[in-house]
Protein backbone atom coordinates (compact mmCIF):
# COMPACT_ATOMS: atom_id res chain seq x y z
CA UNK A 1 0.00 0.00 0.00
CA UNK A 2 1.70 3.38 -1.07
CA UNK A 3 2.55 5.82 1.46
CA UNK A 4 0.23 8.87 1.54
CA UNK A 5 1.92 10.98 4.16
CA UNK A 6 0.75 14.53 3.46
CA UNK A 7 3.11 17.39 3.58
CA UNK A 8 1.10 20.23 2.98
CA UNK A 9 -1.74 21.45 1.05
CA UNK A 10 -2.50 24.59 -1.38
CA UNK A 11 -4.40 27.40 -1.43
CA UNK A 12 -4.46 30.19 -3.94
CA UNK A 13 -3.95 34.13 -2.20
CA UNK A 14 -3.20 37.22 -3.62
CA UNK A 15 0.13 39.54 -2.46
CA UNK A 16 1.18 42.93 -3.79
CA UNK A 17 4.66 44.79 -4.48
CA UNK A 18 5.39 48.23 -5.68
CA UNK A 19 6.65 48.28 -9.26
CA UNK A 20 8.37 51.63 -10.62
CA UNK A 21 6.33 53.45 -8.09
CA UNK A 22 3.26 51.36 -8.36
CA UNK A 23 0.87 48.48 -6.59
CA UNK A 24 1.09 45.53 -8.61
CA UNK A 25 -1.23 42.66 -7.60
CA UNK A 26 0.51 39.05 -7.73
CA UNK A 27 -0.99 35.48 -7.83
CA UNK A 28 0.65 33.38 -5.59
CA UNK A 29 0.21 30.18 -3.90
CA UNK A 30 0.81 29.97 -0.13
CA UNK A 31 1.81 26.30 1.04
CA UNK A 32 -0.84 25.47 4.35
CA UNK A 33 0.44 22.44 6.43
CA UNK A 34 -2.31 19.62 7.20
CA UNK A 35 -4.03 20.06 10.61
CA UNK A 36 -2.70 17.19 13.22
CA UNK A 37 -5.91 15.00 13.87
CA UNK A 38 -6.24 12.69 17.09
CA UNK A 39 -8.25 9.91 17.31
CA UNK A 40 -9.65 8.40 20.31
CA UNK A 41 -11.54 5.03 20.23
CA UNK A 42 -14.06 4.41 23.17
CA UNK A 43 -15.41 1.22 23.78
CA UNK A 44 -18.81 1.03 25.48
CA UNK A 45 -19.47 4.18 24.97
CA UNK A 46 -22.86 4.96 22.90
CA UNK A 47 -23.08 7.59 20.49
CA UNK A 48 -25.10 9.95 22.72
CA UNK A 49 -22.55 9.40 25.43
CA UNK A 50 -24.28 6.92 27.65
CA UNK A 51 -22.53 3.72 28.67
CA UNK A 52 -19.58 2.65 30.73
CA UNK A 53 -18.74 5.91 32.31
CA UNK A 54 -15.04 4.78 32.74
CA UNK A 55 -14.48 5.09 29.24
CA UNK A 56 -16.70 7.58 28.89
CA UNK A 57 -14.75 10.26 31.58
CA UNK A 58 -11.42 8.86 30.46
CA UNK A 59 -11.49 9.29 26.93
CA UNK A 60 -13.18 12.90 27.42
CA UNK A 61 -10.10 13.95 30.26
CA UNK A 62 -7.75 12.91 27.43
CA UNK A 63 -9.95 14.89 24.70
CA UNK A 64 -9.57 17.63 26.96
CA UNK A 65 -5.81 17.39 28.00
CA UNK A 66 -5.17 17.17 24.51
CA UNK A 67 -6.85 20.30 23.51
CA UNK A 68 -5.01 22.23 26.39
CA UNK A 69 -1.61 20.92 24.81
CA UNK A 70 -2.62 21.28 21.00
CA UNK A 71 -5.14 24.32 20.44
CA UNK A 72 -4.82 24.47 16.56
CA UNK A 73 -5.45 20.41 16.28
CA UNK A 74 -8.53 18.48 15.65
CA UNK A 75 -9.46 15.95 18.43
CA UNK A 76 -12.44 13.31 17.59
CA UNK A 77 -13.86 10.39 19.79
CA UNK A 78 -15.43 7.52 17.87
CA UNK A 79 -18.32 6.14 20.15
CA UNK A 80 -20.96 3.27 19.17
CA UNK A 81 -18.75 0.28 17.97
CA UNK A 82 -19.40 -3.03 19.92
CA UNK A 83 -18.20 -5.56 17.26
CA UNK A 84 -15.41 -5.99 15.52
CA UNK A 85 -16.77 -5.27 12.37
CA UNK A 86 -18.16 -1.71 13.66
CA UNK A 87 -14.62 -1.13 14.63
CA UNK A 88 -13.04 -1.83 11.16
CA UNK A 89 -15.67 0.07 9.83
CA UNK A 90 -14.87 3.32 11.40
CA UNK A 91 -10.86 2.22 10.81
CA UNK A 92 -12.08 1.78 6.86
CA UNK A 93 -13.82 5.49 7.19
CA UNK A 94 -10.37 7.30 8.62
CA UNK A 95 -8.57 5.67 6.15
CA UNK A 96 -11.06 6.73 3.07
CA UNK A 97 -10.61 10.56 4.56
CA UNK A 98 -6.78 10.32 5.07
CA UNK A 99 -6.23 8.84 1.52
CA UNK A 100 -9.09 10.42 -0.33
CA UNK A 101 -7.34 13.04 -2.74
CA UNK A 102 -10.47 15.91 -2.12
CA UNK A 103 -9.46 15.70 1.72
CA UNK A 104 -5.99 14.08 2.31
CA UNK A 105 -4.05 17.37 2.72
CA UNK A 106 -6.32 18.64 5.33
CA UNK A 107 -4.97 16.40 8.13
CA UNK A 108 -2.19 14.77 9.57
CA UNK A 109 -2.83 12.01 11.57
CA UNK A 110 -0.64 12.26 15.06
CA UNK A 111 -2.00 10.16 17.70
CA UNK A 112 -4.74 7.31 17.89
CA UNK A 113 -5.72 6.44 21.13
CA UNK A 114 -8.07 3.08 21.93
CA UNK A 115 -10.12 2.94 25.88
CA UNK A 116 -11.27 -0.26 25.48
CA UNK A 117 -10.38 -3.90 26.55
CA UNK A 118 -7.46 -6.28 25.24
CA UNK A 119 -4.66 -8.60 25.88
CA UNK A 120 -1.30 -9.21 24.63
CA UNK A 121 -2.35 -9.98 21.02
CA UNK A 122 -5.70 -8.47 20.22
CA UNK A 123 -8.42 -6.08 21.15
CA UNK A 124 -11.45 -7.95 22.94
CA UNK A 125 -14.88 -6.36 22.06
CA UNK A 126 -18.29 -8.31 22.29
CA UNK A 127 -19.18 -10.90 19.98
CA UNK A 128 -19.83 -10.40 16.36
CA UNK A 129 -23.56 -9.81 15.78
CA UNK A 130 -24.07 -10.69 19.70
CA UNK A 131 -23.96 -14.06 18.40
CA UNK A 132 -22.24 -16.03 21.86
CA UNK A 133 -19.49 -18.01 20.64
CA UNK A 134 -18.86 -15.70 17.73
CA UNK A 135 -15.24 -13.95 17.02
CA UNK A 136 -14.74 -10.55 19.12
CA UNK A 137 -10.80 -9.93 18.88
CA UNK A 138 -8.99 -7.75 16.16
CA UNK A 139 -5.86 -8.80 16.08
CA UNK A 140 -4.58 -6.48 13.68
CA UNK A 141 -2.90 -9.64 11.32
CA UNK A 142 -3.57 -10.05 7.78
CA UNK A 143 -6.66 -12.06 8.31
CA UNK A 144 -8.78 -8.45 9.84
CA UNK A 145 -7.10 -6.66 7.05
CA UNK A 146 -6.79 -3.38 8.64
CA UNK A 147 -5.39 -0.75 6.07
CA UNK A 148 -2.28 1.00 7.01
CA UNK A 149 -3.49 4.49 7.89
CA UNK A 150 -0.87 7.41 6.59
CA UNK A 151 0.68 8.38 9.77
CA UNK A 152 2.99 11.29 10.65
CA UNK A 153 6.16 10.02 10.08
CA UNK A 154 7.51 11.53 12.97
CA UNK A 155 4.61 12.15 15.60
CA UNK A 156 2.40 9.36 14.42
CA UNK A 157 1.46 6.77 17.21
CA UNK A 158 -1.03 4.61 18.51
CA UNK A 159 -1.91 4.32 22.32
CA UNK A 160 -3.45 1.44 23.53
CA UNK A 161 -4.52 2.24 26.89
CA UNK A 162 -6.25 -1.59 26.99
CA UNK A 163 -4.88 -4.02 29.24
CA UNK A 164 -1.18 -5.76 28.28
CA UNK A 165 -1.29 -5.30 25.14
CA UNK A 166 2.89 -4.71 25.18
CA UNK A 167 2.98 -7.92 27.49
CA UNK A 168 4.97 -9.98 25.13
CA UNK A 169 5.42 -12.45 27.65
CA UNK A 170 1.87 -13.31 28.23
CA UNK A 171 2.64 -15.49 25.05
CA UNK A 172 4.01 -18.14 27.41
CA UNK A 173 6.03 -19.05 24.02
CA UNK A 174 9.67 -18.65 24.05
CA UNK A 175 10.14 -17.77 20.27
CA UNK A 176 7.65 -15.66 21.00
CA UNK A 177 8.98 -13.89 23.66
CA UNK A 178 12.50 -13.58 22.15
CA UNK A 179 10.77 -12.44 19.16
CA UNK A 180 8.81 -10.06 21.61
CA UNK A 181 5.92 -10.65 19.46
CA UNK A 182 2.45 -8.82 21.36
CA UNK A 183 0.06 -6.55 20.06
CA UNK A 184 1.79 -3.56 19.94
CA UNK A 185 4.62 -4.47 18.38
CA UNK A 186 2.64 -6.14 15.53
CA UNK A 187 0.54 -2.94 15.05
CA UNK A 188 3.87 -0.69 14.96
CA UNK A 189 4.81 -3.21 11.95
CA UNK A 190 1.59 -3.49 10.27
CA UNK A 191 1.37 0.12 10.42
CA UNK A 192 4.62 1.56 10.04
CA UNK A 193 4.99 3.57 12.91
CA UNK A 194 5.27 3.70 16.60
CA UNK A 195 2.31 2.08 19.10
CA UNK A 196 2.67 1.94 22.66
CA UNK A 197 1.28 -0.92 24.74
CA UNK A 198 0.52 -1.28 28.44
CA UNK A 199 2.56 -4.79 29.96
CA UNK A 200 0.13 -4.65 32.69
CA UNK A 201 -3.70 -5.05 33.25
CA UNK A 202 -4.92 -1.19 33.20
CA UNK A 203 -6.54 0.67 35.61
CA UNK A 204 -8.61 3.54 36.14
CA UNK A 205 -7.19 6.19 38.03
CA UNK A 206 -8.99 9.38 39.33
CA UNK A 207 -8.04 12.92 39.67
CA UNK A 208 -7.93 13.64 43.15
CA UNK A 209 -7.26 16.75 43.18
CA UNK A 210 -10.84 17.31 41.69
CA UNK A 211 -11.91 16.91 44.97
CA UNK A 212 -12.55 19.30 47.47
CA UNK A 213 -10.72 18.88 50.50
CA UNK A 214 -9.62 15.81 49.74
CA UNK A 215 -7.80 13.37 52.22
CA UNK A 216 -7.34 9.51 52.04
CA UNK A 217 -7.73 10.14 55.91
CA UNK A 218 -11.28 12.00 55.12
CA UNK A 219 -15.08 10.31 55.26
CA UNK A 220 -15.80 9.93 51.34
CA UNK A 221 -18.92 10.29 51.43
CA UNK A 222 -18.84 13.87 52.74
CA UNK A 223 -17.42 15.04 49.68
CA UNK A 224 -17.81 17.88 46.74
CA UNK A 225 -15.82 18.63 43.65
CA UNK A 226 -13.04 21.54 43.58
CA UNK A 227 -13.01 23.98 40.88
CA UNK A 228 -11.65 24.02 37.32
CA UNK A 229 -8.16 24.14 37.99
CA UNK A 230 -6.17 25.93 35.34
CA UNK A 231 -3.18 23.51 34.65
CA UNK A 232 -1.22 22.60 31.50
CA UNK A 233 -1.71 19.53 29.60
CA UNK A 234 2.05 18.46 31.06
CA UNK A 235 0.64 19.50 35.28
CA UNK A 236 -2.21 17.36 34.79
CA UNK A 237 -0.36 14.33 33.62
CA UNK A 238 2.00 14.69 36.86
CA UNK A 239 -1.16 14.08 38.76
CA UNK A 240 -1.23 10.76 37.62
CA UNK A 241 2.10 9.32 38.40
CA UNK A 242 0.82 7.77 41.28
CA UNK A 243 -2.71 5.92 41.85
CA UNK A 244 -4.51 6.87 44.95
CA UNK A 245 -5.16 4.25 47.34
CA UNK A 246 -7.70 1.52 46.21
CA UNK A 247 -10.88 2.48 48.38
CA UNK A 248 -10.77 6.23 47.66
CA UNK A 249 -10.74 5.42 43.92
CA UNK A 250 -13.40 2.64 43.87
CA UNK A 251 -15.95 5.02 45.84
CA UNK A 252 -15.15 8.31 43.38
CA UNK A 253 -15.48 6.10 40.40
CA UNK A 254 -19.15 5.60 40.16
CA UNK A 255 -18.96 9.61 39.53
CA UNK A 256 -18.17 11.65 36.34
CA UNK A 257 -14.85 12.62 38.07
CA UNK A 258 -11.74 12.56 35.68
CA UNK A 259 -9.77 9.91 35.40
CA UNK A 260 -7.10 7.80 33.47
CA UNK A 261 -6.81 4.14 32.01
CA UNK A 262 -3.31 3.05 32.10
CA UNK A 263 -0.75 0.19 33.68
CA UNK A 264 -0.17 0.80 37.03
CA UNK A 265 1.82 -1.43 40.09
CA UNK A 266 -1.11 -2.64 41.59
CA UNK A 267 -0.36 -6.20 43.88
CA UNK A 268 -4.19 -6.52 44.79
CA UNK A 269 -7.47 -7.05 44.04
CA UNK A 270 -8.51 -8.38 40.70
CA UNK A 271 -5.07 -7.00 38.72
CA UNK A 272 -3.29 -9.21 42.04
CA UNK A 273 -5.29 -12.49 41.14
CA UNK A 274 -4.93 -12.20 37.47
CA UNK A 275 -1.42 -11.33 37.34
CA UNK A 276 -0.77 -14.36 39.55
CA UNK A 277 -2.42 -17.08 37.55
CA UNK A 278 -0.31 -14.95 34.24
CA UNK A 279 3.04 -15.31 36.86
CA UNK A 280 1.81 -19.14 37.38
CA UNK A 281 1.44 -20.22 33.57
CA UNK A 282 4.40 -18.35 32.68
CA UNK A 283 6.48 -19.67 35.22
CA UNK A 284 5.63 -23.48 34.72
CA UNK A 285 6.19 -23.30 30.55
CA UNK A 286 9.35 -20.80 30.63
CA UNK A 287 10.56 -21.84 34.16
CA UNK A 288 12.06 -18.42 34.78
CA UNK A 289 10.57 -15.70 37.06
CA UNK A 290 7.83 -13.89 35.71
CA UNK A 291 9.90 -10.62 34.51
CA UNK A 292 6.76 -8.49 34.86
CA UNK A 293 6.04 -9.50 38.10
CA UNK A 294 9.56 -8.47 39.18
CA UNK A 295 8.86 -4.89 37.84
CA UNK A 296 5.87 -5.04 40.02
CA UNK A 297 7.29 -5.80 43.03
CA UNK A 298 10.05 -3.32 42.94
CA UNK A 299 7.23 -0.64 42.16
CA UNK A 300 4.22 -1.81 43.81
CA UNK A 301 4.72 -0.22 47.48
CA UNK A 302 4.06 3.47 46.33
CA UNK A 303 0.87 2.25 43.38
CA UNK A 304 3.11 4.11 40.99
CA UNK A 305 3.21 3.84 37.00
CA UNK A 306 4.84 0.88 35.60
CA UNK A 307 6.33 1.85 32.41
CA UNK A 308 4.88 1.09 29.58
CA UNK A 309 6.32 -0.70 26.20
CA UNK A 310 6.80 1.31 22.91
CA UNK A 311 7.91 -0.19 19.55
CA UNK A 312 8.78 1.68 16.29
CA UNK A 313 8.29 -0.11 13.47
CA UNK A 314 8.59 -3.39 15.37
CA UNK A 315 11.98 -2.17 17.47
CA UNK A 316 11.29 -1.66 21.13
CA UNK A 317 12.38 1.51 22.62
CA UNK A 318 14.66 1.82 25.59
CA UNK A 319 12.04 2.26 29.44
CA UNK A 320 13.31 2.57 32.32
CA UNK A 321 11.86 0.47 35.83
CA UNK A 322 13.03 2.15 38.93
CA UNK A 323 11.01 3.66 42.15
CA UNK A 324 9.70 7.08 41.68
CA UNK A 325 11.11 7.58 38.26
CA UNK A 326 9.26 8.21 35.24
CA UNK A 327 9.56 7.73 31.68
CA UNK A 328 8.37 9.98 28.44
CA UNK A 329 6.63 8.08 27.14
CA UNK A 330 3.98 7.72 29.54
CA UNK A 331 4.29 10.99 31.00
CA UNK A 332 3.61 12.26 27.21
CA UNK A 333 0.94 9.53 26.12
CA UNK A 334 -1.26 8.80 29.48
Not at 198 to 222: E, G
Amino acid sequence: MPDKTKISTTHAAQTTKINNGNVAVKQVIVKKPPKPLFVLFAYGVNRDGSGDIGFSCAVQFKKERLEKKYPNAEIRIIKGFKWPSHFKAEWAKLYKELTNPETANKYALWQIHYFGHGGNDSLYLKPEGGIEGANNKIFFNKSDNMARLPWHPDKGIFVLHSCRGGAYEDSHDQTLINAKICLANIISKQQNTRCLGQTIYANFAIDVLKIHRYSSLSDRYNYSFAPELKTTAEEDAQRFKYRCNRFTNRYYSGSGIDRVLWGYALLYGKTESKMMKNKKEYEEAIKKPYPIYEEMKKLEPKNQILPCRVFNRGVLEKRIVEVDVFNRNDMEYI
